[in-house]
């Protein structure tokens, strides 16, 4: 079973700042298998990236994502109100088919 | 527009059982990868259980023998039949589609609360 283990846990910044999310796997994941999601207050998960890289329809280019093989990175170019929420990467396998990491929260300094 | 509305979520005794359903509209879920992930309250996401377009169908091992997932295609609707509910199975259940490897859209969510 592959874990995912996203860090920090929490990231406090402040608006027009960078920020940079960490998703490391127990065992290598195909980049292919690797997204991340933003959870908001009250609200279901959106996609963010898919295939480790790729935007979703509609994401500004502020997001972007990289990595391969354990280590696996979200980056914020510059934060805009709206992005204070919480973030997950999920990744799949064979058992369990999907996980998703513990979620890092990204909150405003 | 691809909209998916979970119901069927409410209160239920341990023990109990409850049918969730996910009504699709703008794909058809025959066609798709159609999943349950629930969020339990304060805490993270946690994939339940997935049905394939072919059939298959794969569950957690915390749900596996109790959850039973499925879909009615004249409806085009998913369901998840949750049998000897547990307290550890509260929480709010997400209805989720997208190429096989993640999800694409997702449903506002229905909660489950299982408590005496």
């Known amino acids: 079973e592959i874990v995912l283990t996203q860090s920090p846990g929490t990231l406090s910044l402040s608006p027009g700042e960078r920020a940079t999310l960490s998703c490391r796997a127990s065992q290598s994941v195909s980049s292919s298998y690797l997204a991340w999601y933003k959870q908001s207050p009250g609200q279901a998960p959106r996609l963010l990236i898919y295939?480790?890289?790729s935007r979703a329809t509609g994401i500004p280019d502020r997001f972007s994502g990289s990595g391969s093989g354990t280590d696996f990175t979200l980056t914020i170019s510059r934060l805009e109100p709206e992005d204070f929420a919480v973030y997950y990467c999920?990744?799949?396998?064979?058992?369990?088919?999907?996980?998703f990491g513990q979620g890092t929260k990204l909150e405003i300094k | 527009e691809v909209q998916l509305v979970e119901s069927g979520g409410g209160l239920v005794q341990p023990g109990g059982s409850l049918r969730l359903s996910c009504a699709a509209s703008g794909l058809t879920v025959s066609r798709n990868y159609m999943s349950w992930v629930r969020q339990a309250p304060g805490m993270g996401l946690e994939w339940v259980s997935v049905l394939y377009s072919d059939g298959s169908t794969y569950y957690a091992d915390s749900v596996k023998g109790r959850f039973t997932i499925s879909r009615d295609n004249s409806k085009n609707i998913l369901y998840v039949q949750m049998n000897n509910l547990r307290t550890e199975d509260t929480a709010v259940y997400y209805c989720a589609s997208g190429p096989r490897y993640y999800y694409d859209y997702w449903g506002p969510g229905t909660r489950v609360t299982v408590s005496s």
């Open positions: 999920q990744q799949y396998g064979t058992s369990p088919r999907y996980t």
């Open positions: 295939g480790a890289s």
